[in-house]
């Protein structure tokens, strides 16, 4: 079955940063567009980021834009998500989700923004 363990979240000052990973199994990682959506406290999901199967084609949610960098290792099954210049509207659980498919998400892992 389709299964995503995203870690590196953590408490982190603003202007900070954090490495997010996301290590993927149960399906052809390298076939797949792979995607970073967020969820912030009280608030629904909101897509972050996308990156292409073969790497080559990125893109990223104006609020990001700049400061998040999202990148791949086929070889290894896993995504990531450099997030620099962290603001406290940054605050949230990150999933990392195969082509879009929210259902599929797995725990995430906890981003807090704060002096």
Same mark, same amino acid.
Do not use: H
């Given at each position: 079955? @389709?299964?995503? @363990?995203?870690? $590196?979240g953590?408490?982190?000052q603003p #202007?900070?940063?954090?490495?997010? =990973?996301?290590?993927? /199994? #149960?399906?052809?990682f /390298?076939?797949? =567009?792979?995607?970073?959506?967020?969820?912030?406290?009280?608030?629904g999901?909101?897509?972050?980021s996308?990156?292409?199967?073969?790497? /080559? *084609?990125?893109y990223?949610?104006?609020?990001?834009?700049?400061?998040?960098?999202? =990148?791949?290792d086929n070889a290894?099954?896993?995504?990531?998500l450099?997030?620099?210049?962290l603001?406290?509207?940054?605050t949230?659980?990150?999933?990392c @989700?195969?082509? *879009?498919? @929210?259902?599929?998400?797995?725990? $995430?892992?906890?981003?807090?923004?704060? /002096?």
């Open positions: 079955r @389709v299964q995503t @363990v995203e870690s $590196g953590g408490l982190v #202007g900070g940063s954090l490495r997010l =990973s996301c290590a993927a /199994s #149960g399906f052809i /390298s076939s797949y =567009s792979m995607d970073w959506f967020r969820q912030a406290p009280g608030k999901l909101e897509w972050v996308q990156i292409n199967p073969d790497a /080559s *084609t990125t990223y949610a104006d609020p990001v834009k700049g400061r998040f960098t999202i =990148s791949r290894k099954n896993t995504l990531y450099q997030m620099n210049s603001k406290t509207e940054d949230a659980v990150y999933y @989700v195969r082509a *879009t498919m @929210v259902d599929e998400r797995g725990q $995430g892992t906890q981003v807090t923004v704060s /002096s």
